[in-house]
């Protein structure tokens, strides 16, 4: 194992979306095994600290893997294409209006009901942008267009936290 090698190589997966997360967690389990610090106890202390760095680093690996948008994420990066959240926040206007459209909708929802009907279309609408997402990063490689897809879902997992918000402070 190399610290510098990307989290698919540390996992040993092949540089993809979609992927099987059940054996990413079983790499997961080999892996902290195999680096876990209490395994190189009475090597002393810099043994230790060596498996510190690693159990980070596969922690941090499996987060990142685990998570459909970081993933997403990684994968543009990888390919030299960066999402650039904080300085692209460019929509589409037919994004930025059904943002504005659902935004209304959970101002005016004036019970539980309405806001989980809300949650539910954004819900789909979110499975639907995954989908779109694997294909552009598995089928066709468009790593430009899959950024600008992974910037949308993180404005659309916002707004799912803000439904999810409201619903709480109804006692849903």
């Known amino acids: 194992m190399n610290l510098a090698d990307d989290d698919f190589t540390l996992f040993a997966l092949p540089r993809r979306f979609a992927l099987d997360v059940a054996e990413l967690d079983a790499h997961r389990r080999t892996l902290q095994a195999q680096v ?10 810099a043994a230790q600290r060596v498996a510190m760095q ?12 685990r998570d459909p948008l ?3 994420a990684y994968l543009c990066e990888l390919a ?20 504005m459209q659902w935004r209304e909708a959970l101002a005016e929802a004036d019970d539980a009901a309405a806001i989980e009907a809300l949650d539910a279309e954004v819900a789909a609408a979110q499975r639907r942008m995954l989908d779109d997402l694997a294909r552009q990063i598995d ?3 468009d790593f430009a267009a899959a950024a600008g897809t992974v910037r949308a879902l993180m404005f659309v997992a916002r707004f799912r936290d803000d439904v999810a918000r ?3 402070a109804l006692g849903q």
């Open 36 to 45: 876990h610090p209490d395994r190189f106890a009475a090597q002393g202390a």
């Open 54 to 65: 690693w159990s980070v680093r596969v922690n941090e690996a499996y987060r990142r893997l």
């Open 70 to 72: 970081q993933r997403a």
């Open 80 to 99: 030299g294409v960066p999402v650039g959240l904080h300085d692209n926040t460019a929509m589409p206007p037919a994004f930025l209006l059904q943002q």
């Open 139 to 141: 089928d066709e490689g």
């Open 166 to 168: 409201r619903l709480d």
